[in-house]
Each structure stands twice: as structure tokens, then as C-alpha cells.
């Protein structure tokens, strides 16, 4: 058979390689060479429909090294596609160079140009569109991924480049990376130690970066990481500054100050040349310590769903033919995406921007973790905190469900208790019995799970008020309910050690503290009232919640108390202080809520209010 370029794709004449047939790829075979492009790629063997090998096994590895498969953040730009080549990873990734090729890009993003994801109407035309076009000499191939595995059902997936920068905007102009360089100064000589920090103690507990490659990238091309990236990733760690044996002992440069930089850069990135690194910016600013604006994150977190949507980060990629190193990194942004969409829809009050049925990323197992064997205690924890979130979306739904369907609710109740029923091991005694602790992140787990559980108390507590059928007696055994739940949340707040405090915790869970409270004085002004506010056992825990808060709160600086100390401080001192009812009469006039007491309506601030000054 020639060698050469002229061959046509599915020519009867000359065939391509049986691979090829079955990547559906573009077979061409180049002058003084055995196997064709995509083969050598691949490192498959070359084999023709007449069963004769054109080439030796070319195994990756006996003949080169697998590349360290670098950050999403890499800015390297992506090899040219040959010509008239359609539709396999090596348009996105380039060949392999050989064992010392460290630079190999993640096949989704470049310099100039970002992936778009083509909607479901239009595949099947692209498809077709993309197969005609490389039967022609000189065709414009279009990227398209396809399923590889044997038997998958999933459609291709088709992306087209789109120009990431915007029309007039000068290619040389940096925003990001002026704002990088202030905090770089401002974190010397200490930054690779904030880095260090970030991938052993926070990474393992929600996986958003590769560590071995990302190392590898810090420490040998830091010019070509996303610089909103590495500000964000900066910016987070200067929480746990005061935790580290080493920085404890130098100053720590103002937090908000370098928090403004850094947010100030991921919006300068997603203006000018948004991508995957942008996404992760965007994760670590929300899951940053202290919580301080409410309407920015709910807008940087949209922005960070459609930029995902955008890229295909919504679609399953296993049965993608991409390097797994890639799948598993595009599932670990969705996962972040996921848990940050739905707990912060939780504290905030507002409805998700992902929906189920628009998404079918599986979720976590120790299969897609690929630092698994390193930081398997606190990966374990991670996948049970996404299961979790899982359960958490099916309360959501009922929250937030506006208009009235005929499908019958979800059982809640039974839907968690089916989540800790799949629990073993020391996860279970996480959630079962509160102990474990010690495990990275097991008490942000565990005050996750009792987060959920008082949601769905209340969620009954205001089912059985609307009930045509309520009785006291039923009503009085929800209410214990719910209050024996937030008695576990006080409980799990006062057995908080500095080690726990210095742990990994979602910056959300602060306001499952602000919840408590405000559910305990319920409590007290609608049961406990008539005996007077001072004698309120709902009271007292609230206060004893307070008073284990305020102590992290002076001892450790823990940031996650000061929402809660400054809403409602002053709110359980007064109440605590006031009088019992004067006579019968007020006791048979006591109101479900509060409008008489008309002194909480000043002491109430808005739930925001205090970010306002923070």
C-alpha cells in the first residue's frame, strides 16, 4: 500500500486502519512511516481490514512516558490539528513528544480560543457536516468528541472554537496579573508554603486541583499558570495563615485587602479570556473565608455554571476518547460547581442555578480521585459530603417549588435516612455517633448532615401548622423534634477543638449556626413564652450556641462565628432579660410569632446587614 496524505477517508481502494474504523477518525498515513498519525497517537496498533499489521505494537509504555498532565490553568497553546484531521483528542492535545514532554496541555483550552459545546438540536447536523468535510482535500475539520467505550448510548459531543478575548481589547493588557503581582508582594517569601498548605490540607477535602501536576507547573513555568487562579488560590489560604506552625509567626497581610485583589482578577479574567482556570478562580473566591458578600457570590457562581455549561463541564466525559487524566479533572470542577450551587442556594435563600435533568456527571467514587491512595480518609468524607448534597438538592427542590405539580413529594425523611443507611466504617460513626472527628473534614460532614436534618425538621414543623388535621399533641412532638436537632448542633459547636476549628469547612456552614438560633427563639416565643422568656430552655441552649461561638471566636479568630455573634448577641441578652407575662390574659393572647415585642424589630437586623460592615 502507498504511504501518503492522498488517501480519502473510507476509500474502498484504500481503506483506513481498523482503529481508525472504529474511532471514526481521519486514517492518514504520512511518507516513510509505518503506522498512521492517529495510531502513532494513540499508541495502537496499525492494522488494515486485510489483517496484515502495518506497524509494531507502539505501547505507551515500553516506547514513552505518559506526560504529567498539567493544570487547567496552563496556559500553553494547543498544537495545530493536521490537516484535514477530525475528531479524536489528538486535535486537542497534540502528539506526544516523548518522555521528558511535561507540557502537554489539557485538550479543552487554549490561548486564543475556547471549546463551545454544541446544544443536542444541532449534533446530529454537525456530525454529518463533520464527516463530509474530512472527505475533502483541504476540508476545515470540526472538533468533535466521541463515545469510545463498547456499547455506550452517549451521543457525540461536538465543540466549536469560539474567541475567548473580546473585539478591541489589546492582547498585551493584563488586569489579572497586575492584581497577582501586588499579592505576590504581599505573601513573599511565603507563597510556595501557601501552596503546600492549600494541597494538604484543602484539596484533599474538595479536590479541585491535580497536585502532582500542578506542583510540577508552580515549580517550573508559574508564568503560564492563570494568574486569577493563583491570586484566588493565595487569598484562601490566608485563613489558615494563623494555623500553620511557620506563618503563625509573621505578620499576615490583610486579608480583605488581598481578598479584593484577587476577586478584582478573577473578574479582569473572565472579561477578557474566560476558561477552565477561570471556573476554579471563581470556586476558590466562593469558598473563601470570611463570607463577606452575599449578592457577588451568587453572581460570580452563576457565571461560573454558565462558563461551565459553556465548556461542556455539565456532560458525563467517560465515555469521551480524552485522556482519563482529564476526564477526572473536568468532574472534579462539576463536583465543586455542584456542592458550592447547592449549599450556598441553602444560606442564602435563593434557588439553584443547576438543575438535575441538565447535567449527567456521575458523582464521586475513589475510582475518578486520582490521589485516592494519599488522601483517602478525607476523600472518603468528600464523596459522602457530594452524596450528601445530593439528598440536600431533593429539599431544595421542595423549597423552592413554585408552582403546584401532580407528582407526588419526594419522601425527604427517607431520602436521607437511605444516604446514612449506605454509610459504613468511620463515616458512619461520623454522622451516627459524632465521633471521628479527628478525620480532615469529618465536622464540616457532620455539621452538614445536622444542617440538613433541621431543615427538613422545620420543613414538618410548617406542614403540620398548614395540616387541616394538626393537633397539639402532634405539633408538640415536631417541635421536640427540631429542637433536639439544633441541641445537637450546640452540642457539636461546644466540643469543638483547636484542631477542628483549624479544619477544612465551607464558609456556608456559617449560617447554619444563625438558622439554630433563630429557630430556638421560635421556639421559646411560641411554647415557652407564657412561663416567662428567662426560664426558656430554647433560649439557654441558643445562648450556650453563643457562648461556645464567642469563645472560638476570641481564641482562634474563627471567622465562621462572627455572622451568628453579630445578628443575635444583643437579641438573647434582651430576651433573656425581659419580664414574664403580668397576668392570665396575656398568656391566652400570645401570638404564633413575635409583632408585640416590638424591640426585636431593632434588634432583627437583616440577615445581611452585618456583611455590610464586615
Known sequence: ?????????????????????????????????????????????????????????????????????????????????????????????????????????????????????????????????????????????????????????????????????????????????????????????????LIDLYLNKVNPCLPLLDERSFRAQYMNARDRISPALLACLYAHMLTYWQHDPVLSRERCPDVRFVWNLAIEAACAELHASPGISTIKAILLDIGGRPTTSIIGNGVRLGSAVALCHSLGLNRNPLPWDIPPAEKHLRMKIWWSVLLHDRWLSHAYGTPPHIRRSQYDVPLPIPDYLSDWDQNSRANAVFIELMNLTDVLDCCLEHVYSIRSTQVPPRNLELELNKWIDSLTGDIRKIIIRGSNLAIPGATN????????????????????????????????????????????????????GEAQLSDFWMPVVAFTFSATVTFLIRCALETERAAGLAQSGSLRMANDLLVSLRSHQKNLSWDLADICLAQHSEVIERLLSSEPPANKADETSVEPLVPDMTFLQDLFPSTWDILQIM
Open 1 to 193: 500500500m502507498e504511504s501518503g496524505d492522498e488517501r480519502p477517508y473510507r476509500s474502498h481502494t484504500k481503506p483506513a486502519c481498523n482503529p481508525c474504523r472504529r474511532r471514526k477518525s481521519r486514517c492518514k498515513l504520512e511518507p516513510q512511516t509505518a503506522a498512521c498519525l492517529m495510531c502513532r497517537a494513540h499508541g495502537t496498533e496499525c492494522t488494515f481490514p486485510n489483517g496484515q499489521a502495518r506497524a509494531t505494537p507502539q505501547k505507551r509504555s515500553s516506547t514513552v512516558t505518559a506526560p504529567t498532565i498539567p493544570h487547567p490553568a496552563v496556559r500553553t497553546p494547543i498544537a495545530p490539528p493536521q490537516e484535514h484531521a477530525v475528531g479524536t483528542s489528538a486535535q486537542f492535545s497534540g502528539l506526544i513528544q516523548g518522555q521528558n514532554d511535561q507540557d502537554t496541555p489539557l485538550s479543552l483550552e487554549a490561548d486564543d480560543d475556547n471549546p463551545h459545546i454544541l446544544g443536542p438540536a444541532v449534533t446530529g447536523d454537525t456530525h454529518i457536516l463533520a464527516d463530509y468535510l474530512s472527505n475533502i482535500p483541504g476540508g476545515q475539520g470540526i472538533r468533535e468528541i466521541r463515545p469510545v467505550e463498547p456499547g455506550s448510548s452517549s451521543s457525540p459531543v461536538i465543540f466549536t472554537k469560539v474567541q475567548k478575548r473580546p473585539l478591541g481589547l489589546l492582547v498585551g493588557s493584563s488586569p489579572a496579573l497586575e492584581k497577582l503581582q501586588t499579592i505576590e508582594k504581599l505573601v513573599e517569601p511565603f507563597g510556595p508554603r
Open 445 to 496: 460532614l457532620r455539621l452538614a448532615y445536622l444542617a440538613i436534618r433541621l431543615l427538613l425538621r422545620r420543613i414538618d414543623l410548617d406542614r403540620e401548622k398548614r395540616s387541616p388535621d394538626s393537633n397539639p399533641e402532634q405539633m408538640a412532638n415536631r417541635v421536640m423534634e427540631a429542637r433536639r436537632t439544633a441541641e445537637d448542633i450546640v452540642v457539636l459547636v461546644q466540643e469543638l
